[in-house]
């Protein structure tokens, strides 16, 4: 990053400011200043209300093919509230209605005109309600009540006279003087002017989105131009001069300086140094872009840190084929996300993309464990000439453990990059001495044959390398601390490693046990296939049914831990091992093409 230093006369700066904005590659330092101004905060209270009518609208049915409002945004706005506000209220009266149609279905036709009539001719109707257990079937011949319903364990009843103690023994209903028919024909209306609420909604919808969405990328640019304008320009010379601070990536450089001095603006630019809080733009090539959301998911790096995307992607693709192990549902993956790549947006399609790898790994190390579809390839007769390809399980676990040391050693030996990058060769020299310590060890123990004669001439060779890395840890471990201090934290550096390392190897366990899971669901679905497909009649569509998503459902479940486990050993083992410290601030640059968070 090349961080720029403008300086500005006031009259031009306004100019300036539409004309950088244009450009879009400025990358403005905040100066952390609240002088907001009314107009500022009115285009923010706009820009919100845009934002949550669009949010609303597009959660709706919009039809297709409307052609675009000539309404003002501000008016769109309100003829939807408005309708929002309407349809509330129907869909609350429609729940009252509701509510009370099923109060009213226990007492079946009843007529509050009925009611009426009885009463006119000296007859007084009360409404009762008691559970069925204490109902007594006397009170049918001593008091002049009709049983009217029963619902579940509750009786509705009709008492036709005032008698108070009645009221001891049944809970007394005020029934509503409307008609039972009527509330039917009330509750149709009001689903009627729902659905018409709605379709009107979604027509307004169709034709006001495309307005309020070039409203919003309007205001958004406005509103990052007087955030620049008011908060984050500096003022000298009793405010004649004006100063703004940015970042540009070198690669985007030329067209802002040809445009700074065509327009004769004083400038300088000098290379970001590590003290300050430069924003960071990741570059990486094609493939390693496609797993840079997944490191986003823990943070960017700092800016004078290595970013590690180009590092962990190849470690992350295997892991998921390792975890996934079986060659079939690679093929699956691969075809699938093949296809749906030619109708998926162009967003979407680096996804895909990212699955088509995750296919081909699977399909790779599907291969590798002999398993395809759950089948296990060393039982099938016309590959028996390939079985010395396939792994057995106590292969796929030492596997495991390779490829986790591998990514350990790798991932110091980009902490040591990282601290010669940052502080100096010094204060890398712990870390070389630990990847040489491991290589050493490694070398020793597990490659060279214990009974080769060349091991005795080798063994002053192999102490003196232990002795030396050692003394690197101990003496280099903090270079800038004093020598008491350095054997101190050398110690330290000795338990925690090798504490550490230990614990992360084990923690590469877990591709083995999920591609063993993977694999071992895969041959319980066929057998569960086989065994129904004996059946009678319908055992040829059981057998289809249990083979399509039982093998859906493994893949579904598997690929989800597939992905789960090997960012954890990303995010966390190689990470940590490979003295990530991240905290970096995303590139965001000042342009009018793009709405800033």
């Avoid at 409203?215 to 008011?230: A, H, P």
């Avoid at 090539?285 to 960017?300: H, Q, R, T």
């Avoid at 204060?427 to 050493?440: C, M, Q, R």
Wanted: hydrophobic share 45%.
């Amino acid at each position: 990053m090349v961080k720029f230093s403008f300086a500005v006369y006031h009259a031009n700066y306004e100019k300036f400011l539409d004309d950088i904005q244009e450009i879009g590659t400025v990358h403005i330092k905040g100066q952390k200043k609240e002088n907001f101004v009314e107009e500022f905060t009115d285009l923010q209270k706009d820009f919100k209300d845009i934002s949550n009518s669009l949010e609303e609208m597009k959660k709706l049915n919009v039809p297709a093919g409307l052609v675009e409002s000539t309404k003002g945004w501000k008016e769109l706005i309100e003829e939807f509230q408005d309708l929002s506000i309407e349809l509330n209220r129907y869909k609350q009266e429609k729940e009252e209605l509701s509510i009370l149609i099923q109060e009213m279905e226990p007492w079946e036709n009843y007529s509050s005109f009925f009611v009426e009539k009885l009463e006119k001719c000296g007859i007084k109707t009360r409404f009762f309600k008691i559970k069925a257990k204490k109902f007594n079937d006397q009170w049918l011949t001593e008091y002049p009540i009709e049983i009217i319903s029963q619902v579940e364990n509750v009786i509705y009843m009709i008492l036709f006279e005032h008698d108070d103690a009645f009221d001891e023994i049944a809970e007394e209903i005020y029934l509503p003087e409307f008609e039972m028919h009527s509330l039917n024909g009330r509750l149709a209306e009001m689903e009627k002017k729902i659905k018409v609420n709605e379709e009107k909604k979604d027509h307004l919808a169709g034709m006001a989105i495309p307005v309020l969405a070039k409203k919003s990328q309007e205001l958004s640019v406005r509103i990052e131009f007087y955030k620049v304008l008011e908060m984050h320009t500096l003022s000298e010379g009793k405010g004649k001069i004006k100063i703004l601070e940015g970042w540009v990536p070198k690669s985007k450089q030329d067209k802002l300086i040809d445009y700074l001095d065509k327009e004769d603006i004083l400038f300088s630019n000098q290379f970001s140094t590590s003290g300050e809080e430069t924003p960071v733009h990741l570059v990486n090539g094609k493939f390693a872009k496609l797993f840079e959301p997944i490191g986003n998911l823990f943070s960017l790096p700092k800016y004078t840190e290595i970013d590690l995307t180009v590092y962990f992607a190849p470690f992350f693709m295997l892991f998921f084929g390792f975890c996934l192990g079986d060659a079939g549902y690679g093929v699956a993956m691969f075809t699938a996300s093949t296809i749906y790549k030619r109708f998926a947006s162009k967003k979407l399609k680096a996804y895909l993309t990212l699955v088509q790898y995750f296919g081909g790994a699977t399909f790779v190390m599907g291969i590798l464990f002999g398993n395809f579809f759950g089948i296990e390839l060393v039982k099938v007769a016309f590959l028996s000439e390939l079985n010395p390809l396939f792994l057995d399980s106590s292969k796929i676990f030492m596997l495991s453990l390779i490829i986790g040391g591998v990514q350990i050693l790798f991932g110091l030996g980009i902490k040591a990059a990282n601290q010669i990058r940052q502080s100096g060769f010094l204060f890398a020299l712990s870390s070389i001495g630990w990847i040489v310590l491991i290589i050493n060890f490694v070398l020793f123990s597990f490659i060279i044959d214990k009974n080769s004669p060349v091991l005795e001439s080798l063994e002053i060779i192999k102490k003196g390398v232990y002795i030396a890395s050692a003394l690197l840890i101990l003496l280099y471990a903090n270079p800038a601390a004093k020598i008491h201090i350095r054997l101190a934290g050398g110690l330290w550096s000795f338990y925690s490693t090798i504490t550490g390392v230990f614990g992360d190897l084990l923690s590469y366990i877990r591709l083995f046990a999920l591609g063993l899971s993977s694999s071992i669901l895969g041959l319980v679905v066929n057998k569960m296939a086989v065994a129904f497909g004996e059946i009678s009649l319908i055992g040829p569509i059981l057998f289809i049914l249990i083979i399509v998503f039982g093998h859906l459902g493994n893949l579904a479940i598997s690929s989800l831990g597939s992905f789960v486990h090997p960012m954890r050993l990303t995010l966390v083992e190689f990470y940590k091992n490979a003295g990530f410290t991240g905290g970096g601030k995303k590139y965001n640059p000042f342009t009018k093409y793009q709405m800033s968070n």
